[in-house]
């Protein structure tokens, strides 16, 4: 997808590409990355599972939990916060906004 007129972000998609409830797997520059929306919003974050490194686009939406297809690992998708296990881990988490119906993700 072509860079927006919003420096500093990359259209994504449309709006309409993007249901309630589900994921949306793209890039960023050469980056995979996960757009949800959920009742709070859109939220991004890049599409690698900090624990083995599988696509989170492939997991299961439920609510604000993303549940890993590999491990099982929940995720708050508004926050990154890793859910029910003590580890100093988190989602690396992009800027993301919508504009007259196309959805935007920041670049690094």
């Known amino acids: 997808?072509?860079?927006s007129s919003t420096p500093g972000y990359v259209r994504v998609g449309d709006s309409a590409d993007i249901a309630m409830g589900s994921t949306l797997a793209t890039t960023v520059?050469?980056?995979p990355v996960c757009v949800v929306r959920v009742e709070d919003g859109l939220f991004a974050?890049?599409?690698v599972c900090p624990h083995r490194g599988a696509?989170?686009?492939e997991g299961k939406?439920?609510?604000t939990t993303l549940t890993c297809?590999?491990?099982t690992w929940e995720f708050d998708v508004r926050s990154g916060e890793l859910?029910?296990?003590r580890a100093p881990v988190c989602l690396?988490?992009?800027e993301v906004r919508e504009e007259d119906g196309v959805v935007l993700v920041a670049e690094r």
């Open 83 to 85: 859910l029910r296990l």
């Open 92 to 94: 690396t988490m992009r």
């Open 61 to 63: 939406l439920a609510g």
């Open 45 to 47: 974050f890049d599409d």
């Open 55 to 57: 696509a989170l686009s």
């Open 69 to 71: 297809s590999a491990h």
């Open 29 to 31: 520059g050469d980056e």
């Open 1 to 3: 997808m072509p860079v």
